[in-house]
């Protein structure tokens, strides 16, 4: 009978003995399992399509993995926005200026990125090396200009890195640049402006778009681990967001209502507050504003260079520094007094910069639209002795603001030419510097090389046969 009762004592003991391992090992394992169930809660939680949200990583860095992948595809995958050829020309690496040298490249816009090929892309594709990839632009944080002072041609742009890389783009025609120019921008207003923060606004997106109390405990969780500043930003942009989107639309249905309300250019010009300016309006406009037939600041700039510039090597040749002829352009504008001997415009090669850039801004070149094609065949006659009297032909037609101007610029140009032993520029040299700047067509689209050509021929000949086609008469 004892050793019944000792037997049955073994039994209760070895049981309640397990019963209290099982509720430690339970309550060890509950306390483990705590973050899975809230994995487990959260896979209950379903999506706008219906389907599973897979349970939240432990480890943060998965989970940013994962979360990166679910809101966007990977980069290869992105569609492409727009492609086509443009020339190109790189003018910064890192922040570090590089020479300017165009090329034509196939150009394909993604929704975050710009890749550049020397052929199609599907082309390009099949005959690149393994390990090669094409030279690309991240348009995150990137900004986007007009950049006509950054090259004499036409239509250019600039688009600027966050990384310190420029590069210019560019094309004749000009719908096609636009069309680019507002794609491009529309790309980079699209994506944050911090390249940093991007996986944190994807995460933020996730978030809202979450209605599992589960993953925001998660989150904040997260949020409490990073820098005070980082959370700030981005618990501000939680909680604020709606109002953020209430303030734009106010925005911009006051600006809305203030440009359809401002007065027309033509009613500030009457008023005083907007003045006339001198670069960028039509030649005969600035000079029936002066009651002359040269505008005075092509005077001024000539009597400087010849003043003080003829025997500077790289006269014309050699750019000034752009701040300071914008600054001078500005002044210019604004209709102050100015004066080309004082200090700050000392560097010769500003005055020039500033005269090419007055010429290159004239809406209709000195030589008129209308008188492009007549030029042209005027040089290409086989005769010398012709071609000097066609030339001088059409020089009398020109109208009388035209005319005067482009003969005291080629009289000040000869005397350039006459001092070519010191200052090393020939008529060749000025032909290839002032043809295209003077001269264009009015539609520059296919034989872009071919009028050069003509261009540079035609200004070369009225510094050659200068008295034979203005006469000899000095002004």
């Known amino acids: 009978m004892q050793k ?7 039994v209760e003991t070895l049981n309640s003995t397990r019963q209290g391992t099982g509720a430690v090992q339970m309550r060890i394992k509950n306390a483990n399992s705590h973050h899975d169930r809230l994995s487990q809660s959260k896979s209950m939680v379903l999506t706008d399509a219906g389907k599973v949200i897979e349970p939240i990583s432990r480890h943060r860095r998965n989970h940013s993995q994962h979360a990166l992948k679910d809101v966007i595809p990977p980069l290869e995958q992105l569609m492409v926005e727009k492609e086509g050829y443009l020339q190109k020309a790189k003018i910064a690496d890192g922040g570090k200026k590089l020479r300017k040298n165009w090329s034509t490249s196939w150009i394909v816009l993604s929704s975050r990125k710009l890749e550049f090929y020397k052929e199609s892309k599907q082309q390009a594709l099949s005959n690149m090396k393994t390990g090669h990839k094409p030279e690309s632009v991240d348009l995150c944080g990137a900004h986007i200009e007009w950049a006509k002072e950054k090259s004499s041609r036409k239509n250019v742009f600039q688009i600027t890195t966050v990384s310190g890389n420029e590069f210019l783009l560019q094309s004749d025609i000009d719908f096609i640049i636009l069309d680019w120019f507002h794609a491009i921008k529309n790309a980079i207003d699209r994506l944050p402006k911090d390249p940093s923060g991007s996986s944190r606004n994807l995460e933020l997106f996730k ?29 501000f942009r939680l909680h604020h967001s709606a109002s953020d989107t209430s303030d734009k639309n106010r925005v911009k249905s006051r600006l809305k209502k203030f440009i ?16 006339d300016q001198i670069f960028g309006s039509h030649l005969h406009t600035v000079c029936e504003r002066e009651n002359s037939t040269v505008p005075r600041f092509v005077k001024q700039c000539i009597e400087a260079v010849e003043k003080r510039g003829l025997d500077v090597d790289g006269i014309y040749r050699v750019s000034g520094n752009l701040a300071t002829i914008q600054k001078l352009r500005f002044i210019v504008n604004q209709e102050e007094k100015l004066n080309l001997d004082d200090s700050q415009w000392e560097d010769i090669h500003v005055v020039t910069g500033a ?16 008188f492009f094609e007549r030029f042209v065949e005027a040089i290409k006659k086989q005769d010398y002795n012709t071609r000097i009297e066609t030339i001088k032909t059409l020089v009398q037609k020109l109208p009388p603001p035209n005319r005067d101007t482009m003969k005291i610029l080629f009289g000040h140009l000869t005397k350039i030419v006459a001092k070519a032993s010191k200052n090393l520029m020939s008529t060749q040299s000025l ?14 689209t296919g034989n872009m090389a071919i009028h050069m050509v003509y261009q540079n021929q035609i200004a070369e000949l009225m510094l050659t046969e200068y008295n034979k086609i203005f006469g000899s008469e000095e002004d």
């Open 207 to 235: 978030i809202q778009r979450s209605s599992s109390t589960e993953l925001l405990s998660h989150y904040d969780n997260d949020i409490k681990e990073q820098k005070p500043e980082h959370r700030k930003s981005l618990m």
């Open 4 to 10: 019944s009762m000792n037997s049955d004592t073994s």
């Open 355 to 370: 005269l090419k850039m007055f010429f290159r801004e004239l809406p209709e070149p000195l030589f008129p639209y209308s």
């Open 260 to 275: 359809t309300r401002r007065p027309s250019l033509k009613t500030l010009q009457e008023k005083g507050l907007i003045k």
């Open 431 to 444: 032909g290839i510097v002032f043809g295209p700047t003077l001269l264009r067509a009015e539609d520059e």
